[in-house]
C-alpha cells in the first residue's frame, strides 16, 4: 500500500492545491451554515458565536420574504418557458439556411451576447430606455406617445429581464444543438424527400427526433440551477421602484447580509435555497436514471 | 432541384427572422459607439442613431485621462492575467492528477471535487470564510477563491483521459516522472482544450463585477466592471469628474460643459467592451471547440 502511494506520490502534490482550496472555499464555508442557527457578528468567528436556535428563521413569518421567493419563482419560470425552447427554435431555423456564409455570419453575431458582462447588457438596456434621451423613448416622443419610465416599472421589468436574457444567451445556447443536428444522418432526408416531405415535414418527423436526446440533456442540466435566477443579471437593474417585483432570495440574501449586516437570518435564507437546489439535482438524476438508464453520477 | 414558391417564400422568412437577430446585436453597439463619438450636449437633443452628428474624441479623453477608470483598468487587467493563469495551473496538476485510473484514493477524491458542485454553504458563509482569511479588501480576493475550478477540472480529466494510454505508458517505461509526462505530453496534446478554458477563465475575470463591488471596499482596488457598475446608477456627472482626479479634463475645464453623463457612460462601457469585441473574432472557434468537447460526458 504505501509502494502504490509513493509511486503516485507527485500524483497527490498535483492534487493538493485543489484539495486545499476546495476545503477553504467550500468545506468550511459548508461548515459555516451553523451561522444560521447562531448569533453572528462580523468580528466573531463563526465558532465562538452564541447559539440562538431558529431565531434566525423569523423571516418565514415575514410577508416581504414570501414576496421574494414569489418573485423568484416567477422570474425562473419565466426565464425557462421563454428561455428553454428559443434556441431549438433559432437552432432549426439556422439549419434551415443554406446559404453556409450567412449561416456562418448568423452563428457568430447571435454567440457574441454571451461574450459581455450582465453590467454592459445593463448599459444596453438603459441606452435603449432610458427616460432622458433614450431611443425607445425618443421614438414614443416622435410618433406623439407618453414616454415610458420602463427602468422603473414594475410592469416592465419582468420582460426586460426575460428578453435581455434571451438577447444574451440564445445564440450560445444554439451551439449544442446545431452540434447534434450535424450528426444525423443526411439519409433520412433523402428518404423523406423521396417519399414527398416538405421542409416541415422533415423537420418534425427527422430534425426534432434527431435532437431530442441533446435536449433532454440539456433540460436535466438546467433544472438544478432553475432557482438561482442570476443575482448578476437582476441586481443591476433593480431600483427602489422597481424592487418590488425584482427583489429575489439572492438580492434578498446580498440586501440583508451583507449590505445590513444579518448574518444569520441571511445565511438561513441561502440555506434554504442551496437546500431546494440540491433537492433539485437530486430528483433530476433520479430521473435522468429512469429516462436515460444513466444518471449524472 | 427545382424550388416550389412556398419553398422560397420559407427561406425568405426565415432569412429576415435571422437578419433581425443580427441586427439586434449589433445595432446597440453601433448605437452606443455614435453616442460615445457624439458631443454629449448635442447627442442630449436626440436624434443620432447611427452615426455621430458632431464627430468627437473628448468623450474618450475624460474617460481615459480619468484616474479611477485607468487604475480599474490596470487591476482588471492584472487580475485577468495572474486569474488565468492562475486557474489553468490549478485546474491543469488536478486534472492531471486524478486521470489516473489506478491511483489509490481516487474515487474518494473525485467525490471531494462533486460533492462541492451539488452543495455549497451559500454567499454568507463564503464571505465570512473571505474575511476571517482576510481576503476581503485585497487583490487576492479575485484570485486564490477561483483558482480552481472543478467544472473545467472535469472537463480537463475527460480530455486528457482521451489521450492514447499507450503514448503515457512509454513515456513512463522510459522512466519519465508524471511531472515530464504533463509537461512534455499531455500539455503539448491538450493545446486546443486549455486555450478554450483559458479563455472561458479570462472572461469570466474580465466581466466579473461582483467580486470588486462586494468583497472589496478600496477604490483603488475595483476593476472596470464594478466601476460601470457603480456608474450605472450614478444620477450625476460628478461621479466620474467630481473628484480632483481628472486633471487633465479638468485643464480644459471650458469644454466639460459639453459631455453628459451619457456620453460618458457610453464611452466609458465601450472602452470596457472593445477589448472583447476585437479578440472575439480570432478565439471564436475556440470557444465553440469549448463546450463541444465540454459537453461530451463520459
Known amino acids: 500500500m504505501l509502494d502504490r502511494l509513493y509511486k503516485y506520490r507527485w500524483q497527490y502534490v498535483m492534487i493538493a492545491p485543489a484539495v486545499v482550496l476546495l476545503f477553504l472555499f467550500s468545506y468550511i464555508p459548508m461548515a459555516g451554515i451553523q451561522v444560521a442557527f447562531k448569533n453572528f457578528h462580523i468580528g466573531n468567528t463563526m465558532w465562538t458565536s452564541p447559539w440562538v436556535g431558529l431565531d434566525n428563521f423569523a423571516f418565514l413569518q415575514d410577508d416581504q420574504f414570501w414576496s421574494v421567493v414569489k418573485n423568484t419563482i416567477y422570474i425562473a419560470v419565466l426565464k425557462f418557458v421563454f428561455g428553454f425552447p428559443a434556441p431549438i427554435a433559432l437552432a432549426l431555423l439556422i439549419n434551415e439556411v443554406r446559404h453556409s456564409g450567412f449561416k456562418r455570419f448568423v452563428q457568430s453575431v447571435s454567440y457574441l451576447p454571451h461574450f459581455f458582462s450582465w453590467i454592459v447588457v445593463a448599459y444596453i438596456l438603459q441606452s435603449l430606455l432610458t427616460l432622458d434621451g433614450g431611443l425607445v423613448n425618443q421614438m414614443i416622443a416622435g410618433l406623439g406617445g407618453q414616454p415610458v419610465f420602463f427602468l422603473g416599472s414594475t410592469d416592465w421589468f419582468r420582460p426586460m429581464i426575460v428578453a435581455s436574457g434571451l438577447w444574451k444567451e440564445v445564440g450560445w445556447n444554439t451551439i449544442l444543438y446545431l452540434a447534434a443536428i450535424t450528426t444525423i444522418d443526411p439519409q433520412l432526408y433523402e428518404a423523406a424527400r423521396v417519399e414527398g416531405a416538405g421542409r416541415w415535414a422533415q423537420v418534425r418527423h427527422i430534425t426534432l427526433p434527431g435532437i431530442l436526446p441533446t435536449i433532454s440533456i440539456v433540460l436535466i442540466l438546467s433544472m438544478p440551477s432553475l432557482i438561482a435566477v442570476g443575482m448578476d443579471q437582476i441586481y443591476p437593474l433593480m431600483n427602489p421602484a422597481n424592487q418590488p417585483v425584482a427583489d429575489v432570495l439572492d438580492t434578498y440574501i446580498l440586501r440583508s447580509g451583507l449590505q445590513q449586516g444579518y448574518f444569520g437570518m441571511a445565511t438561513a435564507v441561502g440555506l434554504l435555497s442551496s437546500a431546494i437546489s440540491l433537492l433539485l439535482v437530486l430528483i433530476t438524476n433520479k430521473t435522468s436514471r429512469k429516462i436515460n438508464g444513466e444518471g449524472l453520477w | ?298
Open chain 2, 1 to 298: 432541384m427545382k424550388r416550389s414558391a412556398s419553398d422560397r417564400i420559407g427561406q425568405t422568412a426565415i432569412h429576415v427572422v435571422l437578419l433581425l437577430l443580427c441586427l439586434s446585436v449589433i445595432y446597440p453597439f453601433l448605437y452606443m459607439l455614435a453616442i460615445s463619438l457624439n458631443v454629449g450636449s448635442d447627442a442630449a437633443k436626440g436624434g443620432v442613431y447611427l452615426w455621430p452628428r458632431q464627430f468627437t474624441l473628448y468623450n474618450y479623453e475624460v474617460v481615459l485621462g480619468n484616474v479611477v477608470i485607468r487604475h480599474a483598468y490596470l487591476i482588471t487587467i492584472a487580475r485577468t492575467i495572474a486569474g488565468t493563469v492562475s486557474g489553468l495551473l490549478v485546474t491543469l496538476l488536478a486534472a492531471f492528477g486524478l486521470s489516473y485510473r489506478l491511483l489509490p484514493a481516487r474515487r474518494v477524491l473525485l467525490g471531494y471535487v462533486l460533492i462541492t458542485m451539488l452543495f455549497s454553504g451559500g454567499l454568507i458563509p463564503f464571505y465570512i470564510q473571505l474575511f476571517q482569511l482576510s481576503l476581503l479588501n485585497t487583490f487576492w480576493v479575485y484570485i486564490i477563491p477561483s483558482a480552481f475550478s472543478a467544472w473545467n477540472m472535469f472537463v480537463m480529466m475527460k480530455f486528457i483521459q482521451g489521450i492514447p494510454e499507450a503514448l503515457l505508458e512509454s513515456a513512463e517505461m522510459d522512466g519519465a516522472s508524471a511531472w515530464r509526462v504533463l509537461l512534455s505530453i499531455v500539455v503539448p496534446l491538450s493545446k486546443p482544450m486549455l486555450a478554450a478554458l483559458g479563455l472561458f477563465t479570462a472572461v469570466m475575470h474580465w466581466n466579473d463585477w461582483f467580486a470588486g463591488a462586494f468583497f472589496v471596499s478600496d477604490q483603488d482596488l475595483i476593476p472596470v466592471q464594478t466601476f460601470l457598475q457603480q456608474l450605472l446608477s450614478a444620477q450625476d456627472i460628478s461621479a466620474v469628474l467630481g473628484s480632483n482626479n481628472n486633471a487633465e479634463a479638468i485643464a480644459r475645464g471650458n469644454m466639460l460643459s459639453t459631455v453628459t453623463l451619457m456620453s460618458i457612460k457610453m464611452s466609458t462601457v465601450m472602452v470596457s467592451a472593445i477589448p472583447i469585441l476585437c479578440v472575439y473574432p480570432f478565439l471564436q472557434r475556440y470557444f465553440v471547440k469549448g463546450v463541444l468537447i465540454g459537453s461530451v460526458k463520459g
